[in-house]
């Protein structure tokens, strides 16, 4: 359903870039669950728009909650989330309204809301929504990291500029999975990281943008969560990324990998240890058999686009003369969302396997002995 | 939600591999369109296996309709449709119901269903489901089709050997969608596909098994289909592709490629004809913007990772005993499901774009002049 | 959605009439519940037309569980049920199969189908369909019964016929409960039973037909079951209760006596007894304060309406020539159907009850100490 | 689910009534409708607290939508809606929060949040919620009323002060229904208005409250809105109407009164007048036959219990020592809420008839010819 998700625990997002205020509803939660504000405002940080290498559009993405929080603690009802919307400059979108930009929204929100759409900013087709994604999918991840549960991710590919990659080792993945939750920028390779900065701040100025690769990992999930045929953890964790503007393709373990080996090859043979405690010797299914957790980290790749909104000249169509005329966009925006969009792509997955494990809880310990 | 997906019109799938039958609910049809038997019968058989590159399994896959249908057209309540499992050799599993697969299911089953789970032939975790896609998704492709819209796949890639890609030019790619759905084994250049068999074959002598990347085409779509945030077309689409059993990656259009371009050379620049008709002069973003089609073809790439049951011998664990094993499965099994798959993709496809198109209808026409 | 509900658990029903088979897919039941089909058979006898006081159309109602369900264990996985339609008499209805029966859904299934519905014997508005409801509602009755949960039901008015009321005293109740379970026509007074059967015997030799009032009662349910906005008991049983056909009203406690009552005279005052345990000195809100159970017994009155078709001469319309005509109905119909409808009214209570029970299980326990 | 409802259009509702802001998101909304914000107003106008026959708590429920809203017009995204809390006297709660009001949610909200509920004025459970239910319907009554879809209700029943009832006369129904919304007390006769005040006011003085029922009605929607089996008319209203706070029954048409008529009675007999337009030609059946729409009008009917909280001392409990204890209830609190609850059940009927007849939208015209 269009702005909203989920099944046992459920997140509605509304707003618009700059109307007075965008937010989200979480819906479901457990009652009596300790909020830590501090770890919202850490996440949104980690999201907020800084430095050269990011939009000028600068928001203090204070998170308000109105709703279902109380004393501190979870009330168990519909949890409501509110930023405000301060920076915004409405009118660098006037004169361009009616010209589409190319990789943008522009032209399908006219087809779909016949001109009605918010067009100041991107509307609602603006990434400053995922703000709201992050506020939520943090409470989401305080909830799973009780439970052991950690998820974070760096950037493995920026252009032609390549991150080391997350350690086959569960001790080593879970530092480095620590490490990214701490790092403003989110490369396991410092030097890798300056490389990739500076290359965003050269694309920069030509006015031009880059996209890149996220590595995602989950630790600590118990085995069993998902579901076999249209819920499968694939397809949940899938359905919200694609939901993040300018994600293009989701992958899970080897991935498209998995069109270049054998089967003797591909698959993870299991092994189990002294105490009968069973996992697998590789993980190239990335912790998911038939959809459904094996114990394994589950491990994603998720592609994010370069930005469409850059500053050269663009070819392009005036919706309403319907005139091929030439775009010069004005309006701040990112040369490059990867290094924002990390914290992003962690939320909505916390999000899913929650929604997941709830699920799961749901249908156990019905049957009396 | 388990086995059941959709909005306006749902899909629902039940059954196991050796169970007496398996079918699917599609509810919410348009009452009075005309179904065509014959090309159920006909997408079911770009599915069957036959020949020694699928399974020896081989099953007629007759589909009865079962209720609402009447006459040949559709009532407009919930049609059934009801598969036979016939050709079952249920007892090549008991030997081995405790030996866990690696790459497949078995374990996490058990850890999901505690032992109850149906483990013959896979249970309800087999690619014979994908029958029910099939036949239910043959009935979304023909309305669709009555409205011009077309989708058709090709395997790109059987390990190490590339077939020809989807043409640029609408004219040519529809004249491609059309041959790959009169073709049995779908790919552009023939040769390229006595190769692809030919390696199949070779890597079935050997115990082995094979994936692939399935290139899918929908073209015909009208614009503003998709919603903003999480109905997304790739999210619903991803979703349902997610769900079919070894899909490990789904991207569209550019895909992981879009990290290596800059936003200047990943955008797609617009263009109005005389006429007023506005359409993209490249398609890297697969025809779909902020997540909802702007009228050129949507593009999907998607692997399908090689069939875990494999004949070569296997580190396994006894789930029972928890000892170390070594799996020597019998039973009947794939070498590559790539070329079976290819019209599931196609049916998971079609299923999602009705569904959205009806959500698109269901808003529209309300605001009286 | 039209066929389909649920949240955790789903229930998908089809079928029509006259068609091969009805059926339904019950999804999400826990893994490894001893389904006993005795029971479900004599669930299904409770509603199985016979004698007299129902229609001649005499079905065997055999329930074929066809997925899901492994040695006589659910496996976890969608449960199907088919139930065969063998005697049928479709050419009853050919003749008369534009004359619009009023009170029936005849007219308003041209309206919505255009002429394609599966007109024999009311197709897919048949009585005949809660079947499906009955053989899936027995299966969450038998999970919610290993609880400590009853479900019962009893004719409490039929016409000028009033039966006893269900007691206070919980532990006669249960005693009634088990009574009514076991009893074949749902009667607490069985004097007033006879004088029942007698009234629907002498209506029906009149051609005409007779509706009443079920009081429904559960007992056993954990405090803290429904949700606080939408999905309040009464919320979901209401739902589910209007899906079954001729219900056309629902209440809950005092119902409709709420409005002769003053707020001191309907509240249920509060009392702990010497251990603690809270419970209400009345129950006027039938156990649900806020949407959520309290505790105590749900009570709920349910009217069904006098069957539709009646065979005295009825003015009505021929849809096609549009004449106003008079119609007398063929076919074999129910002179009553209250006495049938009892454990389809069960079996939907049966069933929102677990589904609401699981939503709560899975948001508890999340927060660690 | 839990705060969110809707399949084509939804609604999603949170806060508390002590938090800072309550709300909705009415997600789904056609784009381009030119929403009356002063229609809006007036609507919250006739459920606001003011007089002495309802709460002392008087707040300006003054309405700002803060997204999916643009230059007056809906912009087809969600639409948010914010209402203050600003008249809160939260200590009034304090004193009393362990003890248990009867007939309230304080009970059922320890069960179910385990102490950690926003107990200020009864926090999520509050009738001050409907608020957003008002504000919400009336934008969906707005697309319904330009469709010449209307929508009115009365107090029919007040404890033993009975109104007149609608008429069966179309015309003069449609009069009524517009003298309701224009009316502040509803009620058709003026005479009886007085005497409820009077009895409200004097019931008030006892520290006690009133019940009533409400008679809805529903003229000018098209035939064929409705599903056959779960979403049927009825299932859909009375999930929606069970949702609103005191609601205790719900009943269409004759209602409970069908168990006291013969099918030759209950039956309404179809007629066509001599431009083939068929109606029938009684409206037993509140304009709904097998769940779906005849064209007839809706005609429902809600009972509203007696507010719970009355100032009369009563036996209670104190939930954290669990000692019986005297509740001598503080706070401000509605002697009745019936004449304002009659405007809260217009806008959820509205709610649910605009998201049914979507779903019928979602399903026509996909036949080619």
């Not at 205020?21 to 728009?49: H, S, T, Y």
């Not at 709703?67 to 361009?96: Q, V």
């Not at 694309?203 to 943008?209: E, N, W």
Request: glycine share 10%; charged share 20%.
């Amino acid at each position: 359903m269009k702005n909203n998700i989920g099944t046992n625990i459920s997140l509605t997002v509304f707003g618009e870039s700059h109307g007075p205020q965008i937010g989200a509803v979480l819906d479901g939660l457990p009652a009596g669950f300790a909020v830590d504000e501090d770890r919202i405002a850490a996440d949104m940080e980690k999201r907020r728009a800084k430095g050269r290498i990011s939009t000028q559009r600068h928001e203090a993405d204070e998170v308000h909650i109105v709703s279902g929080y109380f004393n501190g603690y979870t009330t168990g009802t519909a949890l409501t989330i509110l930023i405000n919307n301060s920076n915004t400059r409405s009118k660098d979108y006037e004169k361009t309204k009616n010209r589409l930009r190319p990789g943008h929204a522009d032209y399908t929100a006219f087809e779909k809301y016949h001109g009605f759409q918010d067009y100041r900013g991107g509307g609602h087709f603006s990434g400053r929504l995922t703000a709201c994604l992050v506020a939520a999918g943090s409470i989401c991840r305080q909830i799973l990291e009780q439970k052991g549960v950690f998820i974070g991710s760096h950037m493995e590919q920026l252009y032609s500029i390549h991150d080391d990659v997350f350690s086959d080792d569960l001790e080593t993945l879970k530092e480095q999975i620590d490490l990214m939750n701490h790092r403003e920028f989110a490369v396991l390779n410092t030097e890798v990281g300056r490389q990739m900065k500076e290359k965003i701040e050269a694309v920069a100025s030509q006015g031009d943008s880059l996209g890149g690769i996220l590595e995602t990992a989950v630790i600590g999930l118990p085995t069993g969560i998902g579901e076999p045929m249209f819920d499968s953890v694939e397809s949940v964790l899938s359905h919200l990324l694609f939901s993040v503007p300018a994600v293009k393709g989701v992958s899970f373990g080897l991935g498209f990998g998995f069109a270049k080996v054998k089967g003797s090859q591909g698959n993870d043979d299991f092994h189990a240890d002294p105490y009968g405690h069973i996992t697998t010797m590789t993980n190239h299914n990335a912790g998911i058999n038939g959809g459904i957790t094996n114990g394994m980290p589950i491990v994603i790749h998720t592609v994010i686009k370069p930005t469409a909104s850059i500053y050269q000249p663009q070819p392009s169509v005036d919706y309403q003369t319907r005139e091929n005329v030439t775009l010069q966009i004005e309006g701040r925006h990112d040369p490059c969302i990867v290094h924002r969009a990390r914290v992003v792509v962690d939320s909505v997955v916390a999000f899913g396997l929650l929604d997941l494990w709830m699920s799961k809880k749901a249908t156990e310990d019905w049957v009396c002995a």
